[in-house]
């Protein structure tokens, strides 16, 4: 992102929390290419009230509840994109590929959050040089987050999903 462009991408992402809240949406990423060598890639996105609430809990004994829960959502939102990968009931992408959450487009998505889920059950599909992959649930609990959109890109080893 160059200076020419910084006040028209503040209003850009504005615009894009504006329509994530106006559309009930989780998640919006987007990447504008201004020219060769200056794009802009933005990802806003709702921390769940689940990972909030666990947060809130976790600095509840520490001290005054007032205090912390004021100083609470800037780190839980910084916080936010480093910790699926850490948690244990992550599903990590098993390749390279683009995730498809239901068979097609239009389907009903394999699963949503507050799935309950068995060991082996469908969960996503990741397209890979033209074949589609089943990504099979690692084991049996119950969806807690989707960490990624349908159609988006991802890398090796990247969290896809919470299962707990």
């Given amino acids: 992102m160059t200076k020419d462009h910084a006040s028209a991408d503040v209003a850009f992402i504005q615009a894009l929390a504006e329509l994530l809240n106006a559309n009930d949406l989780t998640e919006i990423a987007v990447d504008r290419e201004?020219?060769?060598?200056?794009?802009?890639?933005?990802?806003?996105?709702?921390?769940?009230?689940?990972?909030?609430?666990?947060?809130?809990?976790a600095s509840a004994p520490?001290?005054?509840?007032?205090?912390?829960?004021?100083?609470?959502?800037?780190?839980?939102a910084t916080a936010a994109p480093s910790d699926p990968a850490d948690h244990p009931?992550?599903?990590?992408?098993?390749?390279?590929g683009t995730a498809y959450l239901a068979a097609e487009p239009g389907a009903d998505p394999f699963v949503s959050v507050g799935t309950q889920v068995t060991a082996g059950q469908t969960l996503m599909i990741i397209e890979a040089m033209k074949t589609m992959n089943h990504i099979p649930a690692p084991?049996?609990?119950?969806?807690?987050?989707?960490?990624?959109?349908?159609?988006?890109?991802?890398?090796?080893?990247?969290?896809?999903?919470?299962?707990?």
């Fill in 89 to 96: 009931g992550a599903v990590a992408s098993p390749m390279v």
């Fill in 139 to 164: 084991h049996s609990g119950v969806v807690k987050r989707i960490l990624v959109s349908d159609g988006t890109a991802v890398e090796y080893g990247a969290p896809l999903m919470i299962i707990e």
């Fill in 34 to 57: 201004y020219g060769e060598n200056d794009t802009l890639s933005v990802r806003v996105c709702k921390q769940p009230a689940a990972v909030t609430n666990v947060h809130h809990a």
């Fill in 62 to 76: 520490s001290g005054a509840a007032p205090a912390p829960a004021a100083a609470a959502p800037a780190p839980a």
